[in-house]
């Protein structure tokens, strides 16, 4: 197939890739030029898209998807495939869907979970809204860019698993953090809180296989010093997101508001800006040490 990729960023870049790597022609175009092997650069976003037959986009919020959709919609051919994997907020994945229909293009709304290291090797969850005969036609991409594709329902649908699941990945991460200190408060052993808690029943994703603590579990972005495999500030951007989506449907998510809340406070005063969203265990830690010292 012939791919337009829009939006070569840190997912955007590594998921063009690997479509190229399986035998797409694959043309590429940022806002800032770069360069991505096996992938084509294009001039401009027109370009990008004039004679693809699938369309995908991973860009940063939804009111960048919403300009750079005005500006490709026009462009594209009859039957194209639209596939959005920017998470953005519901209503904008709604309107951009509808605008490509009425296009008689096929418009996907696709958010992904797995961060750098999933796009990188090709392990990418998609979460996937939009007409089944769309996603059908689709899936051979996400079987490339991921290992699992789950067709969510209409138009809208992706953005709301994504959100729902990364307000239970950022709650649970931070749950998992303040354990871990509290343990070592009360003496316990990190790794000995590790193989009782993996196995029990207070285990979750952020334990088993993501552990904030560095040397426990799987190896995970703690052991490497925090760098991100998913930036605080992309999880405090998907908090928001949640707790915005709750507010327009008068849904009561105490748990959800309190984790954007935190996550804000780490990310824009504290120091977890441009650290992975597990760095949340130094502001617990941190607490601890300020405690001792008084």
Not at 252 to 274: K, N, R, S, W
Not at 282 to 290: A, Q, S
């Amino acid at each position: 197939m012939k791919i337009g990729f829009i939006g070569l960023g840190n997912m955007g870049a590594p998921m063009a890739h690997n479509l190229a790597k399986a035998g797409h022609d694959v043309i590429g175009f940022d806002s800032q030029p770069r360069l991505v092997p096996m992938v084509t650069a294009a001039a401009s976003l027109s370009d990008a898209v004039a004679t693809a037959d699938a369309v995908i986009t991973m860009l940063p919020d939804g009111k960048i998807v919403q300009a750079v959709a005005a500006t490709i919609i026009p462009s594209m051919t009859t039957g194209t495939s639209f596939i959005d994997c920017s998470t953005i907020d519901v209503q904008t994945a709604k309107k951009v869907a509808a605008d490509a229909r009425n296009a008689a293009l096929m418009p996907l709304d696709a958010p992904v979970s797995g961060g750098t290291l999933g796009a990188t090797g090709g392990t990418l969850t998609f979460m996937v809204g939009g007409q089944l005969e769309a996603f059908e036609k689709a899936v051979p991409l996400f079987d490339i860019m991921g290992s699992k594709s789950v067709h969510c329902g209409e138009s809208g649908t992706g953005q709301v698993a994504k959100i729902c699941n990364n307000m239970i990945a950022g709650a649970t991460m931070i749950a998992t953090c303040e354990t871990i200190v509290l343990a070592d408060k009360l003496g316990l052993d990190r790794q000995k809180l590790f193989d009782v808690v993996s196995t029990s029943s207070g285990n979750s994703w952020t334990m088993s296989s993501y552990c904030p603590a560095p040397g426990i579990g799987p190896k995970s972005p703690s052991d490497n010093d925090f760098l991100p495999g998913f930036a605080c500030e992309l999880m405090l951007k998907d908090l928001r997101l949640s707790q915005q989506a709750a507010e327009q449907v008068a849904a009561d998510t105490p748990m959800g508001a309190l984790a954007c809340h935190l996550y804000q406070q780490f990310v824009e005063i504290e120091d977890g800006e441009g650290r992975d969203f597990s760095a949340m265990l130094r502001r617990f830690e941190g607490r601890r040490r300020h405690d001792d010292e008084n």
